[in-house]
């Protein structure tokens, strides 16, 4: 029996190690970081932010993983606080790293319309154009607040052409896994101090990401014919900060390496036809499956629990 058992281990092993015969497959990831200084800048003060992002740009450096910080600067203008709030963008670009334009509030494109829209993203450029200019970079991308590209394809079409003629690149989305919604749940057990509930997060996280890293590489052989170079939408929150580190282990052990966004959008995948409009902003595996009139499925559940706790804690916010 126990020679058995051990052959039929042995079988398992060699099976899974032949589907990946030359290591894990050489996958490419962009990391993205929405809604800097910080999603609950409003909570928070200016010391807390600049805590919260030295850690996490500090493990981004330490592993050298590039990333782009997307900035809602209306969150910089606090009383008495500016400078404070200021500096943590300083700190994401003294580190080396690059900031886009989130709009100025956060506006969403489906909902204020394409002029308030348009306003919203001018009125985020002044002080990104001063902060990237004292670091010898130009602001060159944009990240749409809720992934709301345009409910009609006249609004997305004009958004697009209004962003090209300012000089912007849209930033896409093909990974998400939500933390947005865990950040705030996070953030009330460690005011607590629960321990137990932090770490039952964390560890739901990490395998939700799991498992929509999973899903995204399939849908997007189904979509693009191959796996693309993806780019993951993470935000400045305290679960980053305290856990990126293990989000990338997760990452490298699907044989991920990290790229910059700017070679992320070389993938041709990011020129192909894409007719999406819709009320509810989405990935953009999710546009060229549904302009390909093949709406995905199968999708990993977001774990109900998390989602009902986050719903008592705050108002949705992306
Ligand atoms: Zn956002």
Redesign the pocket.
């Known amino acids: 029996m126990k020679l058995i058992a051990l052959l039929a281990i042995a079988l398992l092993v060699v099976s899974a190690a032949s589907s990946w015969a030359a290591g894990p497959p050489d996958r490419q990831v962009a990391i993205t970081v ?2 800097l200084p910080a ?1 609950a800048a409003d909570r928070m003060s200016g010391a807390a932010i600049d805590e919260m992002t030295s850690k996490l740009v500090g493990t981004l450096r330490e592993r050298r993983v590039p990333a782009v910080g ?1 900035v ?1 600067a209306s969150k910089l203008f606090k009383w008495g606080e500016v400078d404070e709030r200021i500096r943590a963008l300083q700190i994401w670009l003294d580190n080396g790293f690059e900031l886009g334009n ?1 709009t100025y509030s ?1 506006a969403s494109l489906n909902r204020v319309g394409i002029k308030a829209w348009e306003d919203d993203v001018i009125q985020g450029e002044p002080i990104l154009n001063q902060l990237l200019a004292e670091h010898h970079m130009k602001l060159r991308y944009l ?1 749409h ?2 992934l709301d590209t345009g409910k009609d394809l006249q609004t997305r079409r004009e958004a697009e052409a209004f962003l090209s003629a300012r000089g912007y690149t849209v930033a896409p989305v093909t990974l998400d896994a939500w933390d ?1 919604m865990y950040a705030p749940v996070y953030d009330d057990a460690k005011k607590r101090g629960d321990m137990a509930l932090q770490q039952k997060l964390v560890s739901s996280y990490l395998s939700y990401s799991d498992a929509v890293f999973a899903y995204c590489e399939q849908l997007s052989i189904k979509t693009t014919g191959s796996e693309v170079m993806q780019i993951l939408l993470l ?1 400045g929150n305290q679960l980053e900060a305290d856990h990126i580190g293990e989000l990338l282990d997760v990452l490298r052990k699907r044989g991920y390496r990290f790229i910059t966004l700017k070679d992320a959008l070389n993938d041709p995948a990011y020129g192909m036809p894409d007719t999406y409009v819709g009320e509810e902003g989405t990935g953009w595996l999710d546009h060229w499956a549904i302009t390909q009139g093949k709406p995905p499925q199968g999708a990993p559940v977001f774990p109900q629990w998390v989602a009902d706790r986050a719903q008592h804690l705050q108002p949705h ?2």
């Open positions: 929405d809604d999603g997307f809602n989130h956060h990240r607040p809720y947005w935000h916010s992306q």
